[in-house]
């Protein structure tokens, strides 16, 4: 088995100036501000630095009536399998927060032996319809190893809310 992500997180925007912020213009082409910088691309795979050394966890989370707790020493790998991620360290994330959410989607360290994603204090809020990923290329992670005391991540919100998940681990 082995495994490898490509990534590619761009924004791009442009924006139309009237005819009168630029009189000499006539085409509206003309007037057009683009501007498509901070993209990053990125293959990673078990040559790279970090490189990915364990099948991608992606799932479809339901909230309960209390948070999700995903445990990373037995995460869901698909097709029925799970995965121990112990020993390895965070590479690359995506989250994408149902549009048909009743409220946020807030993501954590677990209550108990918390895997801290975004940092010591850090959590995440998803608005309903937002997504947000990460990649760390280039360099190796600077994020926790899994272990017995550092293991789950909280998903909670509005009970029936959906979270896609995908977390990608490596050295």
């Known amino acids: ?3 490898s ?3 590619r997180l761009a924004i791009t925007s442009q924006e139309v100036l009237d005819s009168s912020e630029f009189p000499g213009a006539s ?3 003309d007037r057009t501000l683009r501007s498509s910088g901070f993209n ?3 293959t990673l795979d078990s040559t790279t630095t970090p490189a990915i050394e364990k ?3 992606i799932s479809e989370e339901t909230i309960g009536a209390s948070a999700t707790t995903l445990d990373l020493t037995a995460i869901d ?3 029925g399998r799970t995965e121990d ?3 390895k360290k965070l590479i ?3 989250f994408n927060a149902s549009s048909s959410n009743s409220g946020d989607v807030t993501i954590a360290a677990g209550a108990s032996n918390g895997y801290n994603l975004f940092g010591a204090s850090g959590l995440l809020v998803l608005e309903p319809g937002e997504s947000i990923a990460g990649v760390i290329s280039g360099v190796a992670s600077g994020k926790p190893a899994v272990s017995a005391t550092v293991k789950n991540i909280s998903i909670s919100g509005t009970q029936n809310d959906v979270v896609e998940v995908g977390l990608w681990f490596g050295t």
């Open 1 to 3: 088995m082995s495994t």
């Open 5 to 7: 992500i490509t990534t």
């Open 27 to 29: 085409q509206s082409s």
């Open 40 to 42: 990053v691309s990125a």
């Open 55 to 57: 099948p991608g966890a």
């Open 77 to 79: 790998v698909g097709i």
């Open 85 to 87: 991620m112990t020993g």
């Open 92 to 94: 690359g994330y995506q």
